[in-house]
Nanobody, 124 residues
Framework: QVQLVESGGGLVQAGGSLRLSCAPSGRSIFSFTAMGWFRQAPGNQRELVAGLTSYGTTNYADSVKGRFTISRDNVKNTIYLQMNSLNPEDTAVYYC?????????????????WGQGTQVTVSS
């Protein structure tokens, strides 16, 4: 069973930065055709924040373009989400996810493995 272990959430003031980390246990990040960061705020649907394919292609939600960056460290077998210029609308539980098979789109339904979630709270 694949486990995605996340870390790095917390409380930050508006304008601040956080970096989230996600490491799959017992499996290389390159064994997945893609990995993504999703978020879910209370009363909202889970949405893609940023995705990264094994080829290095990235995909970002319009609301985070220019502020968030998804990346990976091959040696540490970890993917990251660097979040800058945070605002209160970014407050949510953030999840790392990976698919069992190649994805056809970046909807959450395409992803099978999910981390436990990490809370990000941005105060105004």
């Amino acid at each position: 069973q694949v486990q995605l272990v996340e870390s790095g959430g917390g409380l930050v003031q508006a304008g601040g930065s956080l970096r989230l980390s996600c490491a799959p246990s017992g499996r290389s990040i390159f064994s997945f055709t893609a990995m993504g960061w999703f978020r879910q705020a209370p009363g909202n649907q889970r949405e893609l924040v940023a995705g990264l394919t094994s080829y290095g292609t990235t995909n970002y939600a319009d609301s985070v373009k220019g502020r968030f960056t998804i990346s990976r460290d091959n040696v540490k077998n970890t993917i990251y989400l660097q979040m800058n210029s945070l605002n209160p609308e970014d407050t949510a539980v953030y999840y790392c996810a990976a698919p069992l098979r190649p994805i056809s789109d970046w909807s959450s339904d395409e992803f099978d493995y999910w981390g436990q979630g990490t809370q990000v709270t941005v105060s105004s």
